[in-house]
């Protein structure tokens, strides 16, 4: 009701399951009636969870169909989902009691093209995860691949990155850093570029594996 509400907006099919979902969304626009761009996927769901479906939409882009993205739901007692749903491809996640305005600016934001951070639940939500992320190499160990993409980031990039993580919209790293928006998205797109990250969320989850960001913190 709230998305068929805006002008702007359609909900175009609905699934009851991920197997189902799955289906529907890998098929053809023209079989659908129109495109999907957005899907707002449930974590919990009989016979395919929303993690594999996830995925399984993840790997039918990359075998070269049009799928659409993925916002993840999911609840405060699902957190220890987020980040494996983040890796199954998704482009962001919202908290099942999000108000109704987040929801809509999350589906518009993911469809302009970026991702959904959002500054209270993320770092709550990584704070919850904390235990599930890597163990921090040895002093000796070799560089891994993502420390050394790590490394090539410029002082002013890693420092954009780590506003990222904490959840700051380029406007406000703008303001953070006192340099212009267009600025900003410049550094973010050199970062993902850098980094072979698909999006702002993947580069969240980076920071943290890498330990640049800690939850913590």
Do not use: C, W
Not at 5 to 14: A, F, G, K, M, N
Not at 51 to 73: D, E, F
Not at 83 to 92: C, D, P, Q, T, V
Not at 96 to 106: H, N, S
């Amino acid at each position: 009701m709230v998305i068929d509400s805006q002008p702007d907006l359609r909900v175009v099919v609905e699934a009851g399951d991920g197997e189902e979902a799955v289906r529907l969304l890998t098929r053809s626009a023209t079989a659908l009636g129109e495109p999907v761009d957005i899907v707002l996927m449930d974590v919990r769901m009989p016979r395919l969870d929303g993690l594999a479906a996830t995925a399984q939409l993840t790997a039918a882009a990359a075998a070269g169909k049009t799928v659409p993205r993925v916002i993840v739901l999911t609840t405060f007692d699902l957190d220890e989902y987020v980040l494996a749903a983040i890796r199954a491809g998704a482009s962001g996640f919202l908290l099942k009691d999000a108000l109704p305005e987040e929801m809509l600016t999350a589906i518009r934001t993911v469809h302009a093209g970026d991702a959904v951070i959002a500054p209270s639940s993320t770092r709550r939500l990584l704070e919850h995860l904390s235990a599930t992320l890597p163990v921090p190499p040895a002093p000796d160990a070799p560089p891994s691949a993502a420390e050394v993409a790590l490394a090539h980031l410029t002082d002013r990039e890693r420092e954009v990155l780590v506003l990222i993580a904490r959840g700051r919209s380029n406007t406000e790293i703008g303001q953070d850093l006192f340099v212009a928006e267009a600025t900003v998205k410049t550094h973010v797109g050199r970062i993902l570029a850098k980094l072979a990250v698909r999006d702002r969320v993947q580069a969240v989850v980076f920071a943290y594996e890498t330990g640049l960001v800690h939850p913590s913190v």
